[in-house]
């Protein structure tokens, strides 16, 4: 139902020895039919060109001025309470979604690095010629707080790894306000990484540029993969633990100006309803509905429950595109469950290389909890917790036609991942040995550790003919697959069902087959060496993988010829992420 979003800007702060960095991203919104039966990842990404086409605008339109751009809290202040506190002091907050809390601006000079001309000039309505200017920058990094701003902390709670954690919230994050452009459409704008905040708990309110940087890029990359995402980017050192073994070390920092339809996740719920606060349990949840569910009548008695069951639905799509493309969130819980079904708050995510069920990506998480084939259950176990966050608002009989609701998840989701694997193999029409052809490559892909993304693109790339001849050239992924005793068998499998599809050339299916299997993701050792850079204040790789990865259907000589798509490096295997950021 949500669509994925677009960085705008990609900028540093530099001064003496820390760098900040910043970056815009945006959530679009896209109709209700984006789950239909023909929809696809090719659809996806054909969608996501039309949309950069809508975005070319008369040069004349577009403010050149930024006193000219103007956002508003007023919708969110009078339909809202806010905490009656003033004050970034850490604390307690009762009977309230927000607190007050201004940005801690960052020292140092300013410099723009990276900027999306696209939306800066077809979402923001600004001539790209602004993001030059000093005022931007100070914009951008909470140093200046845009006209009509009222900064804003947003209180939620949260299970995290299966836990109740309590009072969360905003703890280095700031709501800066609503735009409404000229298309009618209504973006939030958040800080990331901005100081502390009533929810700060023992944190510094700051991020780090090694995370902030992976944000970024991600947020990139599942944009253009067609997975719904929110997208994303401190002069001051920020002390940080990154593995939790006692090496505190200083880091520089970074702070992401973002923008998404919504921020409000199953924990703005959660807190509510564990807190006995169920009048305003119900009013945010009669605003959510308003603002972003506009097919909920707000006078049908049965508006929660339908609620319910969007998310559960949107919910379960997200997650099967997650494992189309090989992606493992890392930290599944409930505070990082986008209402609106998009993904939010990157972490200590990672794209699968060697497919295997039980990647984890996070270092964090000694138990598994998070692995990339354990997402689906996850998904289901945080919608079970949204379901008793909104029990004191259903009736007995919704309460039990809820429990129906979420019992369908399963099948949503197995449906949805059957489709999507269907056409990355470039299977049209049905058969019932379909998904045993399936899970037979799966399971050859696991036993030879084949990499994932290069497995199905080069099952894209190759011929029929050379299929059936097993010539696998200069395909150093399928070479690996054919190296599995019952290799011959799944292959003949499925030459023989490529062969009865009517009306169907074998450069059809390659075309179609490419359109739904990048050949580019961010793979960690990627973003590891861009990373690596840019706290050397070279962002050249940064900006290559925002380039590249803006494409990653189509075969370019720079990703070649920077080895994207060859092997991944022995080093890479070596590489850790975990949840300091």
Not at 44 to 52: A, D, G, M, N
Not at 162 to 190: I, M, P, T
Not at 359 to 386: C, H, M, W
Not at 407 to 413: L, P, S, V
């Amino acid at each position: 139902m949500w669509s994925t979003c677009t960085a705008l800007v990609f900028a540093l702060v530099a001064a003496s020895s820390f760098t900040p960095a910043y970056v815009l991203e945006l959530c679009q919104n896209i109709s209700p039919e984006c789950h239909s039966d023909h929809n696809t990842a090719s659809n996806s990404q054909s969608s996501s060109h039309t949309v950069k086409s809508k975005w070319t605008l008369n040069a004349s339109s577009l403010m050149h001025d930024l006193n000219q751009f103007r956002v508003s809290c007023k919708k969110l202040l009078e339909a809202l309470p806010i905490d009656k506190v003033d004050g970034n002091f850490v604390r307690t907050v009762k009977n309230c979604i927000f607190s007050k809390s201004i940005p801690t601006p960052l020292k140092g000079p300013l410099r723009l690095t990276a900027a999306s001309k696209d939306v800066i000039e077809g979402i923001l309505d600004l001539d790209a010629s602004v993001t030059r200017s000093g005022d931007f920058l100070h914009y951008a990094s909470g140093g200046r707080l845009l006209p009509g701003s009222v900064p804003l902390a947003h209180r939620y709670g949260g299970h995290q790894f299966g836990y109740w954690a309590g009072q969360l919230g905003d703890g280095r994050a700031h709501f800066l306000g609503q735009y409404s452009n000229k298309k009618g459409e209504v973006w939030e704008l958040q800080l990331k990484g901005s100081g502390k905040t009533p929810y700060s708990r023992s944190g510094d309110g700051r991020a780090v540029i090694r995370s902030s940087v992976r944000e970024f890029l991600c947020s990139e990359a599942m944009h253009f993969l067609g997975v719904p995402t929110s997208r994303a980017a401190s002069e001051e050192p920020v002390l940080r633990d990154q593995f939790y073994n006692g090496n505190v070390k200083a880091e520089r920092g970074a702070v992401v100006l973002r923008l998404a339809k919504s921020w409000f996740r199953i924990g703005s719920l959660e807190i509510l309803s564990q807190s006995g606060e169920i009048n305003l349990l119900r009013k945010l949840l009669n605003f959510v509905i308003d603002e972003h569910f506009p097919f909920i009548n707000p006078d049908n008695p049965e508006k929660y429950l339908v609620f319910f069951s969007t998310v559960v639905n949107e919910t379960a799509h997200l997650i099967a595109q997650w494992m189309s493309v090989g992606f493992a969130h890392g930290v599944c819980n409930t505070d990082n469950f986008s209402l609106l079904s998009i993904t939010i708050d990157y972490g200590p995510f990672g794209f699968m290389e060697s497919y295997n069920p039980n990647f984890i990506p996070n270092t964090s998480d000694d138990e598994g909890r998070y692995s990339i084939g354990a997402q689906a259950n996850v998904g289901l176990l945080n919608l079970e917790k949204l379901l008793v966050a909104l029990i004191p608002v259903l009736t007995q009989t919704q309460q039990k036609q809820a429990k129906i609701i979420l019992k369908g998840y399963a099948n949503i989701y197995q449906m949805r991942v059957h489709q999507i694997f269907k056409a990355k193999l470039g299977l049209l029409g049905e058969d019932e040995d379909d998904n045993d052809l399936i899970a037979f490559l799966l399971k050859v892909m696991e036993d030879t550790e084949s990499d994932f993304t290069m497995t199905f693109r080069e099952l894209s790339e190759v011929s029929a003919k050379q299929l059936l001849n097993k010539n696998f050239t200069q395909m150093w992924a399928l070479d690996d697959l054919s190296h599995h005793k019952h290799f011959s068998d799944w292959l003949n499998k499925y030459l023989f069902r490529l062969s009865r599809q009517q009306d169907d050339s074998d450069l059809d299916r390659q075309h179609r087959m490419k359109n739904v299997n990048p050949r580019y993701v961010l793979r960690n050792w990627m973003a590891e060496s861009a990373i690596r850079k840019a706290e050397r204040n070279d962002f050249s790789e940064v900006e290559l993988l925002h380039h590249i990865l803006s494409s990653p259907f189509v075969t370019q000589e720079t990703a070649e010829e920077a080895g994207y798509a060859a092997r991944p490096p022995q080093w890479a295997s070596r590489l850790k992420v975990s949840c300091s950021s």
